[in-house]
């Protein structure tokens, strides 16, 4: 093949998404290259797609990994820049335009990546290459240089607008009106094209000011947040007005956008508002939402589908956040509609053709619907239909339509255990882990590979490890997995995790609700054998670390033929997607009664309290006690069915790995766990080895955005390696701002460290 063969066979893979074939073919290509100096345009084509290759891979993996991806589109598009430089005429323009395009692109995905700190950077490197590409654009003659003007105005006002929604206070009204400046030149230019394409790009700038002006009246408050949303409402009135000038499916499109976004306005407006100003606003906002949704009928093919999603999803938050406003008779109602569209929404995107798509579409609907669920439960106390949806939530996420009194009784105590954000609230969790591991988790090292970083400071993010779910087989309980089983009389089921060579393990990382505990921190995170010597990280103070989790996600390396005919884990691509989806249970403890375990530590006690044999200890999940009594309720008759099943059926014995790993022994009661849970197929490449603990583990997540706090042990400053608690707090206040610590003041002496031989 020639070389321009293969660029072409490599541009057709690219848009069939075959990212890692179209890079083979792309430098097969380049190799292909004989005169270096005379095929610049081919050499200039080959290092764009390879730009936009590595650009692609960037934006589907997750922050750390990313990082190299952009480095090689970077580099790529940095090519094509110094090849179109030596290109002729108007086609050298055009070329240096687009490379200048590329990489303002990447530097703007990593600044949307990164956090606020670290985004400031990357912004302003966005912002210099798209006024770059202005200055070429302007350098090309005719509506081809105005269209490409305006193409490089619009993507600096998105830079400062994206820059704005990131930044606090500071700088905020001055990046915002920077945003604006560059739309309204954007503007001016658009009115000097000719017809439809006129009226399009027109549009196209209105809805952007008009996103500019709602942002910013979300970010201030009183006269100035009320004078932003009218204007924000005046520009997406005028992007419906030229949106109805445009013909056909153009027009459709461009009116449904504009209704959404006027939609979204009074719908953030209601939020802010009270009283029947609220449900003015609400009404306002249904009835625009309803009319996009009219639109959206009208559309063809699967975006037809997209946008229909997209406007009931809508339509149910303004449901739902009047429900929750609402008194009396009205709430009951308003849940109902909330409800209804969210369910409707469920059914349009089982429609969606792309597997990925639709199973996180599905994630977020069943969210929400879940909280209208759970919000009318607290308001009417009753408790039923909330649990009964996220019963038939786990029952289709892992068990299909297979039924029975086994996967029934499974299902109630996942259902009772799976602790989703909506019932954690703003309960603080902690995870206590040695000085060590703690530097490593927020990249303070000794060997730095960051050469931008100041050479005495140690913190590196080059050397950032994520938080690790370690492997069930070395916790601290022996018998880990084992209780559940001794209660149901299966101690000697040859389920695999028991097997010596086994096909699966559980892996999990721990928390508790027990913060700055003293016990905690004397079992765990020590180092150097001295007790309170480590850090107790708190998660969720603001109710923010978990997001939309997936009760499957716990079970995807559970296949379909390993695991007894139980539902096939969806084949996806989840390149990008960290395991911040895995859902949080809480563990429920085992006693065997004996005449020194009084009954009242026990909540549930089997086959009854008259004839006590083993004991269950489940604490509330906030204050809610009659919901905790209905998960109580419903825990005791799971657990009495599964003990009463006169024989487990051999192809569905392993169904139990579902549950067992969400008990523990009562011996282990003051820990008041909490734990992410994946069982995951032995030889996986997700399953990473640590060559210093000679163990496997699965990463978890980056926690340097998601923990809240680091309160150091009493005696940290005592673990070793001359460790001092202000140069930590010092460190952490300049690199990781948002991250509170502190010392605890637990009363404790250290014990002398161990000694090497």
């Known amino acids: 093949m020639s070389v321009q063969d293969l660029i072409d066979a490599a541009v057709e893979l690219f848009k069939n998404k075959k990212i890692d074939e179209a890079i083979e073919t792309l430098n097969e290509a380049l190799d292909g290259i004989e005169d270096k100096d005379s095929q610049i345009q081919q050499q200039n084509d080959i290092q764009f797609w390879l730009g936009r290759c590595y650009f692609e891979q960037a934006i589907k993996t997750k922050r750390k990994d990313s990082k190299q991806f952009f480095g090689q589109a970077v580099k790529h598009f940095q090519q094509k820049l110094v090849l179109a430089k030596q290109l002729e005429g108007e086609n050298g323009i055009q070329e240096q335009y687009n490379a200048q395009f590329g990489l303002g692109r990447c530097y703007l995905e990593q600044a949307r990546k990164a956090k606020e700190k670290n985004s400031k950077q990357f912004f302003e490197q966005a912002v210099k290459h798209f006024q770059q590409r202005l200055v070429l654009a302007k350098q090309l003659e005719g509506k081809n240089g105005i269209q490409k003007q305006i193409n490089a105005l619009s993507w600096l006002g998105r830079c400062y607008l994206e820059q704005a929604m990131k930044a606090e206070e500071e700088g905020l009204e001055q990046l915002f009106d920077q945003a604006v400046k560059y739309h309204k030149q954007q503007l001016v230019l658009a009115k000097q094209l000719e017809g439809e394409n006129s009226i399009r790009q027109q549009s196209n700038v209105q809805s952007w000011l008009g996103r500019c002006y709602l942002e910013q009246a979300i970010k201030t408050e009183g006269k100035d947040s009320k004078q932003n949303f009218n204007q924000a409402v005046k520009h997406h009135k005028l992007q419906l007005v030229l949106a109805k000038q445009l013909e056909g499916e153009n027009s459709i499109q461009e009116q449904n956008n504009a209704q959404h976004w006027l939609g979204r306005c009074y719908f953030v407006q209601a939020l802010k508002a009270k009283g029947k100003g609220a449900k003015q606003m609400f009404d306002q906002a249904v009835e625009h939402l309803y009319e996009q949704l009219t639109l959206a009928k009208k559309l063809e093919g699967e975006n037809s589908i997209q946008e229909q999603i997209n406007a009931q999803s809508w339509?149910?938050?303004?449901?739902?956040?009047?429900?929750?406003?609402?008194?009396?008779?009205?709430?009951?109602?308003?849940?109902?509609?909330?409800?209804?569209?969210?369910?409707?929404?469920?059914?349009?995107?089982?429609?969606?053709?792309?597997?990925?798509?639709?199973?996180?579409?599905?994630?977020?609907?069943?969210?929400?619907?879940?909280?209208?669920?759970?919000?009318?439960?607290?308001?009417?106390?009753?408790?039923?239909?909330?649990?009964?949806?996220?019963?038939?939530?786990?029952?289709?996420?892992?068990?299909?339509?297979?039924?029975?009194?086994?996967?029934?009784?499974?299902?109630?105590?996942?259902?009772?255990?799976?602790?989703?954000?909506?019932?954690?609230?703003?309960?603080?969790?902690?995870?206590?882990?040695?000085?060590?591991?703690?530097?490593?988790?927020?990249?303070?090292?000794?060997?730095?590979?960051?050469?931008?970083?100041?050479?005495?400071?140690?913190?590196?993010?080059?050397?950032?490890?994520?938080?690790?779910?370690?492997?069930?087989?070395?916790?601290?309980?022996?018998?880990?997995?084992?209780?559940?089983?001794?209660?149901?009389?299966?101690?000697?089921?040859?389920?695999?995790?028991?097997?010596?060579?086994?096909?699966?393990?559980?892996?999990?990382?721990?928390?508790?609700?027990?913060?700055?505990?003293?016990?905690?921190?004397?079992?765990?995170?020590?180092?150097?054998?001295?007790?309170?010597?480590?850090?107790?990280?708190?998660?969720?103070?603001?109710?923010?670390?978990?997001?939309?989790?997936?009760?499957?996600?716990?079970?995807?390396?559970?296949?379909?033929?390993?695991?007894?005919?139980?539902?096939?884990?969806?084949?996806?691509?989840?390149?990008?997607?960290?395991?911040?989806?895995?859902?949080?249970?809480?563990?429920?403890?085992?006693?065997?009664?004996?005449?020194?375990?009084?009954?009242?530590?026990?909540?549930?006690?089997?086959?009854?309290?008259?004839?006590?044999?083993?004991?269950?200890?489940?604490?509330?999940?906030?204050?809610?006690?009659?919901?905790?009594?209905?998960?109580?309720?419903?825990?005791?008759?799971?657990?009495?069915?599964?003990?009463?099943?006169?024989?487990?059926?051999?192809?569905?014995?392993?169904?139990?790995?579902?549950?067992?790993?969400?008990?523990?022994?009562?011996?282990?009661?003051?820990?008041?766990?909490?734990?992410?849970?994946?069982?995951?197929?032995?030889?996986s490449d997700n399953i990473k080895y640590c060559q210093t603990t000679k163990s496997v583990y699965l990463p978890y997540a980056d926690i340097r955005d998601i923990v809240d706090e680091v309160i150091l042990g009493t005696n940290y400053e005592k673990s070793g390696k001359e460790r001092k608690a202000e140069a930590f707090q010092h460190l952490m206040r300049k690199h990781y701002p948002n991250v509170k610590v502190s010392r605890s003041s637990l009363p404790i002496n250290a014990n002398p460290p161990i000694k090497k031989d």
């Open 315 to 683: 339509l149910g938050s303004c449901y739902l956040e009047q429900a929750l406003k609402a008194e009396g008779k009205d709430t009951e109602q308003l849940f109902g509609q909330a409800i209804e569209y969210y369910q409707t929404q469920l059914g349009l995107i089982k429609q969606l053709t792309d597997k990925q798509t639709r199973l996180r579409q599905q994630n977020n609907a069943q969210f929400w619907l879940g909280r209208c669920y759970f919000e009318q439960a607290i308001i009417q106390k009753k408790w039923e239909r909330y649990f009964e949806w996220k019963k038939q939530k786990i029952q289709g996420d892992l068990f299909e339509t297979k039924k029975g009194d086994l996967i029934n009784a499974i299902t109630t105590i996942l259902a009772v255990l799976n602790i989703p954000p909506m019932e954690l609230g703003a309960i603080p969790l902690a995870h206590y882990t040695s000085p060590s591991v703690c530097e490593r988790l927020f990249g303070i090292v000794s060997d730095k590979t960051n050469d931008e970083a100041d050479n005495n400071d140690p913190v590196d993010n080059n050397n950032v490890s994520p938080m690790r779910i370690g492997s069930s087989t070395y916790m601290n309980d022996p018998t880990e997995g084992e209780g559940l089983l001794e209660l149901l009389n299966l101690q000697d089921l040859e389920l695999e995790n028991k097997a010596d060579s086994p096909v699966h393990n559980a892996f999990f990382t721990c928390f508790s609700s027990r913060v700055n505990d003293l016990n905690q921190f004397r079992l765990y995170g020590k180092e150097n054998g001295v007790e309170a010597s480590g850090c107790c990280l708190v998660f969720n103070k603001s109710g923010d670390w978990l997001k939309e989790p997936d009760v499957s996600a716990s079970f995807g390396g559970v296949t379909n033929k390993q695991n007894g005919g139980l539902k096939e884990p969806a084949e996806v691509d989840v390149a990008g997607l960290e395991d911040e989806n895995l859902p949080l249970y809480q563990v429920a403890y085992i006693a065997y009664y004996d005449e020194y375990i009084a009954k009242e530590k026990c909540t549930i006690w089997l086959p009854d309290a008259r004839r006590p044999k083993f004991g269950i200890r489940l604490k509330p999940v906030g204050k809610n006690l009659k919901w905790h009594k209905f998960r109580i309720k419903e825990l005791k008759a799971a657990l009495w069915k599964l003990m009463n099943l006169s024989k487990i059926k051999d192809e569905d014995k392993k169904a139990l790995e579902y549950i067992r790993y969400l008990f523990k022994d009562f011996a282990f009661r003051d820990e008041e766990e909490f734990r992410l849970l994946k069982i995951e197929q032995i030889g």
